[in-house]
């Protein structure tokens, strides 16, 4: 369609704005056939494959990995029903079950790998298809501590060397309403900013019981939302959507941080380690403060919703796409399908043998809500030098084994857990 050619090659051309380089020695051939393997059968996994296989008419699906078999085979069965059933290509041999199954997909050399796992895994999962040469889709956020986030930004920089295309799960950056919004608060449509505001409350919870049938090494994993050291806590994990959106808009990321949260409603065994509110204040370097709290408390409603940029001409409302002030404007385009979206463009680009790689944002904002949450753990107030020399690691080095003993982790409390 008209509108759909319109927005790719739109926003193709902000990606060579943005560091598109050319593609020496492409997977990825004009017009031949792409194949694509998913790590992660999980339901954004699930969605991740079918976008792809959409976005790309002569791509199929040709492997899978997952450390479940239930999950392979619920994504499978899923897939099977979709409208790209038909190119779903992935055989028995080609479903590697198991925490080591992402080498075996990767060793089948696709021409694109798309990353839908837990968090923890990222910066090791990542690492290992821009070193096979692989072009990959990572889901947010990046990594679940700031030596994750350094290990991303140094895959992210190999990649660009070795002309490996990347593109990150932030999805709102391939809204064309939200590009537009923000283009115009920069180039002063609501006067210069004054501060900005987010606020998302919902009553979200994903907990999960133990099974008789499953190791507790297994639950864990299963578990993953529920400890930090796997999820990054949801600060992390979802609310880095709204602070990406906002330090987008901003064209910066905060020098410091003060913040509080906690557990009220997340208690016992079954909600692990990982907070349920936070409240957040970030300083930029000229001043401008954001204001960003979060939470999740079961029962509760999902109210409000909102992330504000006010200025000295108007406020520009994100999630309505309008300005009201002295400069009134109000995108009522139709819905952008921004998980499709993304793979559009990025597939787009790949055909023509570019490799997008404008993804540092992504690593940055997950250590922007990384600084968030660490804030609010210890008490103490952070600065962004800090956090990108912190040494605070959660969780192993590793997951080798469904054996492994593996720990919870500590409930941090402000005043007792440090800052490192």
Not at 19 to 48: D, M, N, S, W, Y
Not at 90 to 101: Q, R, Y
């Amino acid at each position: 369609m008209s509108d759909r050619r319109t927005f790719l090659s739109t926003a193709a051309a902000a990606g060579a704005a943005l560091g598109v380089t050319p593609l020496a020695g492409a997977h990825v051939q004009e017009g031949g056939p792409v194949k694509i393997g998913l790590v992660g059968c999980g339901g954004r996994g699930t969605g991740a494959a079918a976008q792809a296989l959409r976005a790309e008419p002569n791509a199929t699906l040709v492997g899978v990995a997952d450390p479940f078999q239930d999950k392979v085979d619920r994504c499978l069965k899923g897939l099977a029903v979709s409208d790209v059933a038909d190119r779903v290509k992935v055989t028995e041999d080609a479903t590697f079950v198991g925490l080591d199954g992402y080498k075996k997909l990767i060793a089948m050399k696709p021409d694109v790998i798309l990353l839908a796992t837990p968090t923890y895994y990222r910066p090791e999962h990542l690492e290992a298809c821009v070193d096979a040469g692989i072009h990959t889709f990572f889901e947010k956020p990046a990594a679940v501590d700031a030596p994750g986030v350094r290990r991303v930004l140094a895959t992210i920089k190999k990649a660009k060397e070795n002309n490996v295309g990347l593109l990150g799960g932030l999805c709102w950056r391939y809204d064309p309403r939200m590009a537009d919004l923000v283009d115009r608060v920069q180039n002063g449509q609501i006067g210069d900013l004054i501060n900005l505001d987010s606020i998302r409350h919902s009553g979200y919870e994903r907990t999960l019981a133990k099974r008789d049938e499953w190791s507790d090494t297994e639950w864990k994993l299963r578990s993953w939302y529920n400890l930090i050291w796997l999820s990054g806590d949801f600060i992390v994990e979802q609310f880095v959507h709204d602070l990406d959106m906002l330090c987008w808009m901003k064209g910066e990321y905060p020098k410091e941080v003060v913040a509080t949260g906690g557990r009220i409603n997340r208690v016992g065994e079954n909600n692990g380690n990982i907070y349920d509110h936070f409240a957040c204040n970030y300083t930029f370097a000229d001043g401008v403060q954001m204001h960003a709290t979060t939470r999740q408390q079961p029962g509760a409603p999902a109210n409000p919703y909102r992330n504000l940029a006010h200025g000295t001409k108007g406020t520009a409302n994100l999630m309505k796409f309008q300005i009201t002030g002295e400069n009134k404007f109000w995108n009522r385009e139709s819905v952008t399908q921004m998980h499709q979206a993304e793979h559009n463009v990025f597939f787009e680009a790949l055909r023509k043998g570019e490799t997008p790689n404008d993804v540092e944002y992504m690593a940055l904002s997950t250590l922007c809500g990384i600084m968030g949450r660490e804030a609010a753990y210890t008490g103490e107030n952070l600065s962004w030098d800090q956090m990108l020399t912190s040494t605070k690691q959660w969780g192993p080095d590793t997951v080798f084994s469904m054996d492994q003993e593996l720990e919870v982790g500590e409930i941090p409390v402000p005043g007792k857990s440090k800052f490192s």
